[in-house]
C-alpha cells in the first residue's frame, strides 16, 4: 500500500482523485500495477494521481469525461467498497454478471457550513460502472469503514 492511497484514504489528499482500474478498462493492468504510486488488487489496480492527470487518465481509459460519469451515477445509490477496489451493483440479482470495472473517487475536506455528513468529516465520493451497463455512487466518512 502506498502512502499516498493511505492518506486518499484518510481524507488527506483532497487535490488527489483515486482510480481503480480493471482489464475490463485497461487491456494491461499488470503493467499500471508496476508503478510506484499503484495499488495491485487480485482484480485490478488503485492509482491516487494528482486530480487533473487523474481525470486525464481516467477519459483515456474508459473514454468518459469523469465529471460527467461521476454526475451520471449520483442518480444510483449502490456500494462500493472503502478500498475502492469493488463494490456491489445496484442491479445485482437481475440474473446477470456484476463486476466492478472501474472506479473513480475523490474526497471533499470537512465543511460544517454544509451540514450532514459534511460536517461530521472528510467525505469520500465514489462512482463506480459495472460490468452490466450500470453506473452507481456512493459516499462516507473518511476513516470510518
Known sequence: MT????E???GERHEDVALYLTEAAVSNVEALADRDDAVATDEGVVLVVD????????KKTTGMDAMEFAQGAMGSDGHIDADLAGGECPEAGDGEDHEVEFVFAFTEAQNEEVGGLYAEGAVVHAYAHCSCGASYSERWLCGER
Open 8 to 10: 486518499f484514504l484518510a
Open 51 to 58: 486530480g487533473e492527470k487523474g481525470r486525464s487518465v481516467f
Open 3 to 6: 502512502d499516498r492511497y493511505t
